[in-house]
């Protein structure tokens, strides 16, 4: 299961830097977003993966092995969430309470697609 975040609003770089910050504190979740497109062409490497994310939080080396999904997981919008696990309603709604506190205080607006 994925959650398909299309963003609406500047900042956008800040605000994919907030999504990312959730993703890394969720165990069970994997992400992509076009910044990581344009990156580095070593984007796989575990290395260059930990060093783009021990900004945002407590990222392990093991965690930045499977934390990013397939480049095709994005389907056009701006983030994605995949879940390793299917998430239990509650696990979904907490996402959703995370985004809009992340997202708020940058005032970006967004929607919120759930597919299987």
Known sequence: MKAL????????TQAIKAL???AIESPHICLMNPLLLHED????????????????GNV???RCQNILAEE?????YDFVFVWMVKPEQGYVNELIN???AALKPLGTM???TLKK
């Open 5 to 12: 975040i299309q963003l609406y609003g500047p900042p956008y």
């Open 98 to 100: 995370k985004i809009d």
């Open 20 to 22: 990312e910050k959730i």
């Open 41 to 56: 062409p070593y984007i796989r490497a575990a290395d260059w993966v930990y060093n783009y994310f021990k900004g945002l």
């Open 72 to 76: 095709k997981q994005l389907e056009g």
């Open 60 to 62: 392990t080396l093991e």
């Open 110 to 112: 967004y929607t919120f």
